[in-house]
């Protein structure tokens, strides 16, 4: 359940958590198997990870045609490369001679063609094939019914996303109306105009833990106070345990005394340009299913994208990005980026200690939710009607 504050950028006081007459108070989660079975894990490769738009790929890294990356879809490995027409494309890293990977290693830089390493099909930036040894003459080969196999790609807050499905959802209604879902305003999330943004920092985590623990534990703030210091100094409002994601629109407002989002509440950088007053002082979290975490603050933004790797391993990539002239200037950011990378830490060290847990019999049906953690019900009612539907 999401609520609407009136005030939609007001601070939250007081307020208590919010349950509808009727209404248990402690609510039931997913069993135990739900974050631990490899069968349920596959289901939800198959029904979420391959069928819904991922963030694949930060479109700056890839500057110059011939620049690649391999990112992890679901069960397949997704070959993201800079065309000569200096457009971004993505193909499945798979030959199609035999079926090897056409690229490696996670990055890198090719000159003119991608070649796979095996018998050398060679392949052009736009994916079709172009050479193969002793087949000089390709002329009875339609090379582009041989070309690498495009996957759906859309460029947006300047990354690239994809899409493995026949069909892939509307990225309007999926991705950007879960933006605008959260914020109450479809152009609220512009202002921060993070498509211009550069790169500040990239911290990549290896978690031990399911990818639904590491959501879950995102869209809630009950442990806040307790695993949270630097950011309930900042955020004062974090604990009371109410999570920002609890209200339609509504940013955690900086404490008084706070000057920055920085590990010791000192002074960011410059204000993002564009910004509304509204926006100032706050935080605003929103997740974009299934794997997307946006952090909005005045001065950085902060993106995080989890590629699960097993049912109990997920890598977590978080981006710190910035107004390019803070870059540019060379300006230390490291009190800035130490805030949430703490928090990161603190995080995924509650979800690992909470991983082995799930296969405890202790779990065998699940735990439950106090009323600050009930909008978790309508995320797992999503995963159990998405892998329901797609069960084998
Ligand atoms: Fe790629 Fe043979 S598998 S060239
Ligand atoms: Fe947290």
Redo the contacts with the bound molecule.
């Keep these: 359940m999401t609520l609407t504050q009136p005030d939609s950028v007001g601070p939250v006081e007081n307020c208590p958590p919010p349950v509808a007459p009727g209404t248990p108070a402690l609510q039931p989660t997913l069993p135990g198997q739900a974050y631990t079975d490899p069968a349920y894990f596959a289901a939800e490769q198959r029904s979420i990870f391959e069928e819904m738009w991922l963030c694949a790929a930060f479109a700056a890294d890839l500057p110059s045609p011939g620049g690649f990356r391999t990112v992890t879809v679901g069960r397949e490995s997704v070959l993201v490369v800079r065309g000569r027409d200096g457009g971004l494309r993505a193909f499945l890293n798979s ?1 199609r ?4 990977l056409i690229c490696t290693q996670p990055h890198g830089q090719v000159r003119r063609n991608l070649q ?1 390493t ?4 060679t392949y052009g930036l736009d994916g079709k094939l172009v050479a ?1 040894p002793n087949l000089s003459d390709l002329g009875e080969i339609d090379r582009t019914a041989y070309g690498l196999i495009p996957v759906a790609t859309t460029e947006w807050l300047g990354y690239l996303w994809v899409c493995l499905a026949d069909d892939p959802p509307s990225f309007e209604d999926s991705v950007i109306g879960s933006v605008t879902t959260r914020l109450g305003d479809a152009q609220a999330i512009d202002h921060y105009r993070i498509d211009r943004l550069a790169l500040g920092r990239r911290e990549r985590y290896d978690v031990a833990a399911n990818w639904k623990l590491i959501i879950e534990n995102f869209m809630e703030c009950y442990h806040c106070a307790t695993i949270h210091p630097e950011l309930t100094e900042v955020l004062p409002e974090f604990a009371d345990g109410l999570a920002a994601q609890y209200y339609v629109g509504h940013g955690a407002l900086f404490g008084d005394g706070i000057d920055g989002f920085t590990v010791d509440g000192s002074a960011g950088v410059e204000t993002l340009p564009g910004l509304r007053a509204a926006q100032d002082r706050r935080y605003y979290a929103i997740t974009v299913r299934p794997q997307v975490f946006i952090n909005l603050v005045p001065d950085h933004v902060i993106i995080h994208r989890m590629y699960p790797m097993a049912a109990d391993r997920t890598i977590v990539e978080c981006d710190w990005l910035y107004h390019p002239g803070v870059i540019e200037a060379g300006t230390d950011l490291d009190r800035s980026v130490e805030l949430f990378h703490r928090v990161n830490l603190q995080d995924f060290e509650a979800c690992e200690r909470t991983q082995p847990g799930m296969s405890s019999r202790a779990y065998r049906r699940g735990g439950v939710l106090v009323p600050a953690e009930h909008h978790i019900t309508q995320f797992h009612d999503w995963v159990r009607t998405q892998v329901d539907s797609r069960r084998e």
């Design positions: 030959c001679h035999r079926g090897a796979c095996y018998h050398a099909w193969a």
